[in-house]
């Protein structure tokens, strides 16, 4: 079975920082990989998504994570924030061909002071 | 409607009471996927249905929690004698399919308050 951990449970920076969201994974065999973000009062949606491939991927409003097989791990990223990305963050996994159960890792609150 | 439609949004019950949850897929979706999130546990996955069927059951927490769908359409997820333990947020999702590769739209979620 999969297992996620997400290091980071709350995380506080200010607009225009740089952000960096742990996220490793547990698994013997290959994996798809997802971020889900939940803003305040909304559900959850897809930011970015792993197949395969460029293991740097881009997602939706300026975000990207870099797949690391060696150490199963794959970090979000976002140069600048600003105080709309405040919202929960969710790193997930499912086992590649083996059908779409996710699983989740505990989630990063972000909060982006203005 | 366009995504994925939770009823209710909120529901409060006294511990010993049954519950329902009310799930409407996207049209067209035929994976549904039931999760739930608790304070503390994160997101949970509970059960899978592909077309009518739910191939595994292992997910769900107790005999007390059920699912149900039909019509490869809306799906309920029955708990019975709930329990405090059970007050968590109930979110289902949909997919075109089962397909490792397809995204996971989610609703809104039925928060469930136990007395």
């Known amino acids: 079975a999969q297992s996620v951990s997400q290091h980071n449970h709350h995380v506080i920076l200010s607009e225009a920082a740089s952000l960096e969201l742990g996220c490793n994974y547990s698994y013997g065999g290959t994996v798809n990989l997802f971020w889900y973000v939940q803003y305040p009062g909304q559900h959850l949606q897809l930011l970015l998504k792993y197949f395969s491939g460029d293991p740097l991927v881009k997602g939706i409003k300026g975000f990207e994570a870099e797949f690391i097989k060696s150490k199963f791990s794959f970090n979000l990223r976002k140069p600048s924030v600003q105080w709309s990305d405040t919202a929960e963050y969710f790193c997930?996994?499912?086992?590649?061909?083996?059908?779409?159960?996710?699983?989740f890792g505990g989630g990063t609150r972000l909060m982006v002071k203005p | 409607g366009a995504g994925v439609s939770q009823s209710p949004s909120n529901k409060v019950t006294e511990k010993g009471k049954d519950v329902e949850l009310r799930c409407d897929p996207i049209?067209?979706?035929?994976?549904l996927y039931w999760y739930r999130q608790s304070l503390g546990q994160g997101l949970e996955f509970l059960i899978y249905?592909?077309?009518?069927?739910?191939?595994?059951k292992s997910g769900l927490p107790s005999d007390r929690f059920s699912a149900e769908r039909t019509g490869g359409s809306v799906s309920t997820l029955t708990i019975q004698r709930t329990q405090q333990e059970d007050s968590a947020v109930y979110l289902c999702a949909s997919s075109l399919d089962f397909g490792s590769n397809q995204p996971q739209h989610f609703g809104d979620g039925t928060r469930l308050s136990i007395l």
């Open positions: 997930a996994v499912n086992a590649k061909n083996a059908g779409n159960m996710l699983t």
């Open positions: 249905f592909q077309g009518n069927s739910a191939p595994d």
């Open positions: 049209s067209g979706h035929t994976a």
